[in-house]
């Protein structure tokens, strides 16, 4: 199975910026909704956010809204999340994956986890100053 890959995560101060990237495959971007989630220590898996695939429409969640942005390059087959103003709280693993039983972006995003597949080993962000 198409495993996606996850890169562009490390060491941060609070309120800077990280670019994290998607490399997924173009025909996923053209038929999939995509999604970025995290997963903190001790927690659980939260839908952060997610793009739609036939009109790029975006969701983000209320945690990361104002401050994450999503995007794509359907060319590359990648999509990106360009998280600025990070904080403490944003400290966690970051995956991405495709929701593989729609186009539009189901919402809340987290509630719709289990219709994601090709999830990745996920790249680690880490807000300490």
């Known amino acids: 199975q198409v495993q996606f890959v996850e890169t562009g995560g490390g060491l941060v101060q609070p309120g800077g910026s990280l670019r994290l990237s998607c490399a997924a495959a173009k025909s996923f971007l053209d038929y999939y909704a995509i999604g970025w989630f995290r997963q903190a220590p001790g927690k659980g898996r939260e839908g952060v956010s997610c793009?739609?695939?036939?009109?790029?429409?975006?969701y983000n969640s209320d945690s990361v809204k104002g401050r994450f942005t999503i995007s794509r390059d359907n060319a590359k087959g990648t999509v990106y999340l360009q998280m600025n103003s990070l904080k403490p709280e944003d400290t966690a693993v970051y995956y991405c994956?495709?929701?593989?039983?729609?186009?539009?972006?189901?919402?809340?995003?987290?509630?719709?986890?289990?219709?994601?597949?090709?999830w990745g080993h996920g790249t680690q962000v880490t807000v300490s100053s």
């Open positions: 994956a495709a929701n593989v039983m729609r186009r539009a972006c189901p919402t809340p995003i987290s509630d719709y986890a289990y219709e994601y597949e090709h």
């Open positions: 793009i739609s695939s036939h009109d790029g429409s975006t």
